[in-house]
């Protein structure tokens, strides 16, 4: 009579590491252009499900000599970069498959420029009523242009400051008057036009921010 055969073992699939020592990490180091420290320091842990058959992880073995993907390394560096920067383009000439197990491995990183512009709106003054484009020669608002531009750009979006409508653009450039279309008046046609209105703009703009839609005012001229 044969004996009972005994259940098989069930298999527990491995559990992945969770801490890093020298011989199963690898430390990525996030660095700014004038090589400062930015962020924090992450330690990548290596699997054994990474490693090429019969390969041995130990401090000092190269990555392409142990990884089925050494390229891996590359792929977990670019996903942890530091909040608020981006990879450089200028990175040290270390190719991945050289980087050995317990070493520190550098990328170099910028930080992201945060701009923060406002669009423009424009009202008129008495009425307190947006212009329409419409009432407009041609149809069209100013061309909101690059120097427009730079006066309502900034790196924080803090408050816009009372001063910034003192600007030469509101004195003679771009964004100095508004011209309408002609309109007929006791037989003959005039053209309506606004001046641009500081005061009431930047009473208007009091708690403002960079990044907020900014309304311009506009104060109509008469007509005869």
Known sequence: MNAPTSPSTPTTPSTPTTTPTKDNSIQIVYLN???QQVGQTYNWIIQNSDLKSGAKLANGAKLGDILNNSSEL??????????G??????????PVANVTVGSNYTVYVDQVAHNY??????????????ISSSALVEGIYPV????????????????????????DIFKGGNL??????????????QTPSWKFDATKTKQENANAKYGDTVKLFYKANPLA
């Open 33 to 35: 252009a004038s090589g």
């Open 85 to 94: 920067y981006t990879l450089s383009k200028s990175q040290p000439n270390n």
């Open 176 to 189: 100095a008057a508004l011209t309408g279309n002609p309109v007929l008046i006791n037989g003959r046609y």
């Open 74 to 83: 590359t792929d977990v560096a670019n996903k942890n970069i530091p909040t």
């Open 144 to 167: 909101f242009n690059d120097t427009d531009k730079a006066v309502f750009t900034s790196a924080t979006q803090g408050s816009i400051p009372a001063t910034v409508f003192d600007n």
């Open 117 to 130: 512009t406002s669009q423009l709106s424009y009202y008129d003054s008495d009425s307190n009523q947006p």
